[in-house]
């Protein structure tokens, strides 16, 4: 389910969190879905159960799962998510749009290429 990247100068947690929210985002993983245990994705994973906890602590935050104590860990039905998931891409638009206007790229031109991207 989640394919880690060494390479990858994130730290860890911060890459299954992202696996995570985008497993959901793409509905694989369903409202109300029982999570794995901090301990059993640790093992599949092969990493420290610590670094689990931490990503799912950061999935909770961001209201994309829902703990419920001696339960488990459950995918959030009230999909709160979304509206951090706007924000989140609503900042990456900006910094995007700031770095193509420091670039030099044209009104038009940055249109052009954001129409491209939506019509292929």
Known sequence: MIVLDYRD??????????????????????PGEK?????NMAVDLSINPNTVQRAYATLEEKGYITTVTGRGNFVSEEESWKKNLTREMLSELEAVTRRVMAAGIGKDEALKCVRGIYEE
Do not use: T
Not at 9 to 30: D, F, H, T, W, Y
Not at 35 to 39: A, D, I, Q
């Open 9 to 30: 100068k994130r730290p860890l947690n911060e890459q299954v969190a992202e696996k995570m929210m985008n497993l959901i985002v793409q509905g694989i993983l369903s």
């Open 35 to 39: 999570l794995p245990s901090v301990r």
